[in-house]
């Protein structure tokens, strides 16, 4: 079955270090994945996706995330963390029939 | 891309009524898909409508409880029947509208069952 985890539910982080929010995944065949934003009462926002080519790839916001086959993750990283980054951050992969299916989600507190 | 509104944006109810989302596109799209956001939880997919078949539900989700309009290929309905408290959530739409499995979301609806 295919699945996705986020192992931490939150991540803290000064303004202006690097950040990472970690995503693993499990999927038979070839996998599809998405980085997702939900900043408070709003909808989810489409931050990137990996389907094939190369394993680093940049969204939007200043966000990239690096696709590793041998260790089935897809973390999502940021090289300077702002405070309006602070959402909630989902990883998604995408399944038969266009399912997304969705990691639990992460917090991303980013202090001043 | 697709612009997405919902309505309402939010309520409350009183349990045993329903309710009925409203999910409006700016472009025509083939797939919709609604999903559920219970308090502090991901989202799970409830069911996809695609427009002119019957929507195809996810386990564990029935028609009866979450019946689903696609009158056009832009528009779709999600109503919450015989509403609990546990029905308390988020309800987004999404729609596929972009190259190789892009989903767009909708601003989500907050309903809150009394």
């Known amino acids: 079955a295919q699945s996705v985890a986020q192992p931490e539910d939150q991540v803290n982080v000064a303004e202006g270090n690097p950040l990472t929010v970690k995503c693993t995944y499990s999927v038979s065949g070839n996998p599809y994945l998405f980085w997702y934003v939900q900043y408070p009462n709003r909808g989810l926002q489409f931050l990137l996706k990996y389907i094939t080519g190369d394993n680093l790839v940049k969204g939007s916001y200043g966000f990239e995330a690096e696709f590793n086959k041998s260790q089935t993750s897809f973390h999502l990283k940021k090289p300077s963390a702002l405070v309006s980054d602070s959402a909630l951050y989902f990883c998604?992969?995408?399944?038969?029939?266009?399912?997304?299916?969705f990691g639990a989600g992460t917090r991303l507190a980013v202090h001043p | 891309s697709a612009v997405i509104s919902q309505k309402p944006s939010r309520d409350i109810c009183q349990r045993g009524t329903s309710l009925t989302i409203q999910c409006q596109v700016d472009s025509q799209v083939t797939m919709m898909f609604w999903y559920r956001q219970q308090p502090g939880q991901s989202l799970t997919l409830i069911a996809t409508?695609?427009?002119?078949?019957?929507?195809?539900?996810e386990s564990g989700f029935v028609i009866d409880k979450f019946p689903i309009s696609r009158p056009n290929l832009t528009f779709s309905t999600l109503t919450v029947s015989n509403m609990s408290p546990e029905d308390s959530s988020i309800y987004l739409c999404?729609?596929?509208?972009?190259?190789?499995?892009?989903?767009?979301f909708g601003p989500g609806t907050r309903l809150t069952v009394l």
């Open positions: 999404s729609v596929l509208a972009g190259p190789l499995y892009e989903q767009f």
């Open positions: 998604a992969s995408a399944g038969g029939y266009n399912k997304l299916i």
């Open positions: 409508a695609n427009q002119g078949s019957e929507a195809t539900y």
